[in-house]
């Protein structure tokens, strides 16, 4: 009985199945109502069929590429009546479905191109106005060499390569093609265009002109003295009283333009900006300095290990608000974009230091600070601070050295400014090696600064007496800022940035810095080799050795027995006799 009710039960399951299967509403689901010959119709449906027949506006279609898809072509652009029919293995009508397609079988329309070729670089730019744009793809002869979903190419070429036949395939949504192409000629060489109504030229002797070119990336320039017919380099334009001159630049296959323009210089190093606040909270970061005119344009500096102190930030207003950095620098911008003496830096401090009582230190493993209250301090092996702490020494305090003992800064070392000096005394070095260095109103005795690796050194209102010995390499930056250092030698060599103001030197050896500024300063005995770039103003000089490409700007200065040596630049103004 069991087994007659269990086969009952099975019956009536697949009978109501069955029933529900027929009377279940057949759908027919379009992916896309825009097709094209390249891209078939394709489409699903919620039920099972052994073959359909599809029509377009009324005629059969028969091309089919599989059992949910199939291509139409040889159509004219524009809306058509589809309509499919499914069929049963007996051949009986399942369901049918129509709806309205809209068949594209043209490409893109190209309203515009232009193709030019400007300082080795082919650039390629058209326009379209078509709504289904894709993407396009640039072939030179069968290859291809990019594609984008943008309207441009660029693409470096040689010159005097021959012809090269380019062509560009614009493809719509629904992969129809449009094309343009050309042939280019890289054996041609056309003259410059200077663009240009002014030349600028900063203290360096970096010109700004801009121009077009279809090969050379920079232009031999030559600038024509009015007075005499002669012509000059652009670097003696700083030596000049010319406010316009005609300008001849020539490019590498003496192809030349010529015109007459406006003379932007500068004449004065850029002072750095008065800063409100050095100390700023981590909490905050925001600081301040004094407004120097509503055009003054400022650059903020910070610190990264691939770049150094670079400009990360511009600004015309007279705050910033630094987030992520704990170190940086103002800076002032001509207009002919010298960039001026960097402020002090500016430090974003936490307040969470610890007060180092001990008399004797040891290694610095975390934020500390030394009171003046527990001074003197003292040093007697070597001490490492320890990368990324901070020692902090209150204005006052005495670190006396013993026994040639080390301070090896790897994190930062900061003696803060205040009313009354802080001393370092003994026998010892400050050893960079990595870190910062940042001295404030202090008076230093027989402690020598060296190393071979660094970010910062600023020293400011700081006294040298008897033979402190400064020997650097591979720091970043070196600022001496009202400095006087009348006894012992000073070596500064492969360093980005050298900065000194209103300070005096014994002497000093600049080798490979990039930029030197000097402003307001004495040095007995100054030699700069190989690639140094300096520019002096309001300064005396009395003995000077440039050397090996190097370059020296004079400006109000005096500079006596200047010994000029191996393709290196002296200039200087006429302000001073």
Avoid at 39 to 64: A, G, H, M, W
Avoid at 161 to 177: E, H, K, W
Avoid at 380 to 399: K, R, V
Avoid at 477 to 502: A, P
Wanted: net charge negative; aromatic share 12%; proline share 3%.
């Amino acid at each position: 009985m069991k087994k007659i009710m269990g086969l009952l039960i099975i019956l009536t399951l697949l009978v109501f199945t069955s029933c529900s299967n027929e009377t279940k509403e057949k759908l027919v689901m379009i992916e896309t109502t825009r097709i094209s010959p390249n891209q078939s119709l394709k489409f699903n449906t919620n039920f099972d069929y052994d073959y359909y027949n599809v029509y377009i506006n009324e005629s059969p279609v028969n091309f089919q590429s599989s059992p949910g898809s199939f291509f139409i072509k040889n159509l004219e652009y524009g809306n058509k009546n589809l309509k499919l029919e499914f069929f049963n293995d007996d051949e009986e009508l399942i369901t049918q479905y129509s709806t309205t397609v809209f068949f594209d079988n043209e490409g893109p329309n190209i309203t515009k191109n232009n193709i030019f070729i400007e300082k080795s670089v082919l650039n390629i730019n058209f326009e379209t106005n078509s709504d289904d744009y894709n993407y396009s793809e640039l072939k030179i002869g069968d290859t291809l060499v990019a594609s984008s979903v943008n309207t441009s190419f660029s693409k470096n070429i040689n010159k005097d390569s021959g012809d090269i036949n380019l062509s560009v395939i614009l493809y719509d949504n629904t992969m129809n093609t449009t094309n343009f192409s050309t042939i280019i000629n890289t054996n041609i060489d056309r003259p410059p265009k200077i663009i240009s109504e002014e030349i600028k030229i900063n203290l360096f002797s970096e010109y700004k002109l801009k121009f077009y070119d279809d090969w050379d990336k920079e232009l031999n320039i030559f600038v024509a003295n009015n007075e005499d017919d002669s012509y000059f380099y652009p670097y003696n334009l700083l030596e000049s009283n010319l406010s316009t001159s005609t300008i001849n630049a020539f490019d590498s296959s003496n192809n030349f333009d010529t015109k007459v323009l406006k003379i932007s210089k500068d004449l004065n190093i850029p002072l750095s900006p008065n800063v409100n606040s050095r100390l700023i909270s981590s909490d905050s970061g925001f600081f301040s300095w004094n407004p120097e005119g509503e055009s003054t344009q400022y650059i903020i500096e910070v610190f990264e290990n691939n770049f150094g102190w670079y400009p990360k930030y511009k600004t015309n207003s007279t705050f910033f608000e630094i987030k992520d950095e704990n170190l940086s620098f103002v800076r002032k911008v001509s207009k002919n974009n010298t960039k001026g003496l960097p402020s002090p830096p500016i430090i974003k401090f936490t307040d969470t230091l610890k007060p180092y009582e001990s008399g004797i230190l040891d290694n610095i493993k975390q934020n500390s600070i030394l009171n003046q209250i527990n001074s003197p301090f003292i040093i007697a092996s070597d001490i490492l601070i320890e990368e990324g702490t901070t020692l902090f020494i209150e204005s006052g305090t005495t670190l006396r050295f013993f026994a040639d003992s080390r301070l090896i800064v790897r994190g930062n070392l900061f003696i803060m400014p205040g009313l009354v000096n802080s001393n370092l005394i003994g026998r010892g070095i400050i050893v960079m090696d990595g870190g910062n260095l940042i001295i404030s109103d202090s008076d230093i005795e027989n402690i020598n600064i060296s190393g071979k690796r660094g970010n910062l050194i600023f020293l400011e209102n700081t006294k040298f007496s008897t033979d402190s010995r400064i020997n650097l390499n591979n720091i970043s930056r070196v600022q001496f800022y009202n400095v006087i250092k009348n006894q012992g030698s000073n070596n500064l060599e492969n360093i980005s940035g050298i900065y000194i103001l209103n300070s005096e030197f014994s002497d000093l050896h600049i080798k490979n810095s990039y930029e030197t500024m000097i402003y307001n300063s004495n040095i007995n005995s100054f030699q700069q080799n190989f690639r140094t770039r300096t520019v002096i103003e309001n300064s005396m000089v009395n003995d000077l050795y440039n050397q090996n490409f190097s370059y020296f700007n004079s400006i109000n200065s005096i500079v006596e027995n200047v010994n000029n040596i191996n393709f290196s630049l002296y200039l200087e103004d006429d302000s001073v006799d």
